[in-house]
């Protein structure tokens, strides 16, 4: 692997991190105002024929073949239906830092099913990198305990998005979609939306739109363009080309970036916690990133050494 391609998976990588990250707590301001159905209805419905407008203007064709059209199917409800239900409304329950921490438990279920379907050796040096990444995760969560033991529902929603999400990234790699990113990404939430907008109408409160204020239908915006078709594209970009188990690690960035973001936007709590987990998942990030090389790293500093 060449040094201009691992730089450009690193970025890709460090952006989706970001933006994802970012998302948590502008999630968390859309919900204070508009209830989680119709919030993600909304979000979801955008973030679909955004995506497809984007397919059109770089010339990709819309068409899905035949054979891929059932693997799609699967996506559309684990990912574009269940992943963002659960998800929206796990983050209404419980704070949006602990949210983002349990939604990217996904890792570890992604790992497991890709072992068991797709036949993935997993080396010794991504599963160090994995359990450090989820002793990251661990820190964080140990401050929380007894608030989510209070929001039993939330967190339970918030692991089964997780496991949805890992269940569909397990389809995409085995499916291996011709389609481009942006194609899939736009099928996948053009079937969540439609369960979506009518569980809005029946259940939730469609309304609950008009009341938002300025921050609130920013929040909303940045919800419906970055995570729904920017990390999106990234993130079947990476499933595409590299093991579906190491590219579900690839999020594992995103917990410990949401904790601070939301520290920062929401005034969520940050402490050694947080940090500790911070330094724990930058390690695993760079233990898991393709063309990794501890020896490599030490050879020069070894052959400084005077003899």
């Known amino acids: 692997m060449t040094s201009r391609t691992f730089a450009l998976q690193a970025t890709a990588v460090a952006a989706l991190a970001i933006f994802w990250a970012l998302n948590w707590p502008m999630m968390k301001i859309g919900l204070t ?12 419905t955008a973030g679909g024929v955004g995506c497809f407008i984007v397919a059109r203007i770089i010339g990709a064709s819309i068409r899905v073949p035949k054979r891929e059209r059932l693997p799609l199917l699967w996506v559309g409800l684990m990912q574009g239906l269940l992943w963002n239900a659960f998800s929206g409304f796990g983050t ?27 036949g993935e050796a997993v080396t010794r ?18 401050p929380a ?32 979609f011709s389609i481009h990113p942006m194609v899939l990404a736009g099928w996948q939430f053009a079937i969540g939306a439609g369960p979506l907008i009518a569980a809005a109408v029946i259940l939730g409160r469609p309304s609950s739109i008009l009341e938002v204020d300025g921050a609130t239908a920013s929040a909303i915006i940045y919800s419906a363009l970055f995570p729904m ?10 499933v595409k080309r590299l093991p579906a188990s190491l590219a579900s690690m690839s999020t594992l960035m995103i917990p410990p970036l949401g904790v601070y973001f939301s520290a920062a936007i929401l005034g969520e709590r940050v402490g050694p916690a947080e940090f500790g987990a911070l330094v724990l998942v930058s390690a695993a990030m760079v233990m898991i990133l ?9 050879r020069p500093r070894e052959a400084s050494r005077p003899g």
């Open 92 to 118: 209404a329950m419980i704070e949006a830092g602990r949210a983002a921490v349990l939604a990217f438990t996904m890792p570890v279920w992604a790992v497991i099913l890709a072992i068991l379907f797709l």
């Open 33 to 44: 105002t508009v209830e989680p159905w119709t919030f993600r209805a909304v979000v979801v």
């Open 229 to 238: 078709i920017v990390c999106q594209a990234i993130f079947f970009t990476i």
């Open 145 to 176: 305990l007894e608030a989510l033991g209070s929001s039993a529902v939330g967190a339970m929603l918030m692991v089964g998005g997780a496991m949805s999400w890992a269940v569909a990234t397990t389809v995409v790699k085995k499916a291996n």
């Open 125 to 142: 040096r991504r599963l160090f990198g994995l359990a450090l990444g989820m002793a990251g995760m661990g820190l964080l969560l140990l």
């Open 290 to 298: 393709p063309g990794f090389n501890w020896r490599a790293i030490r």
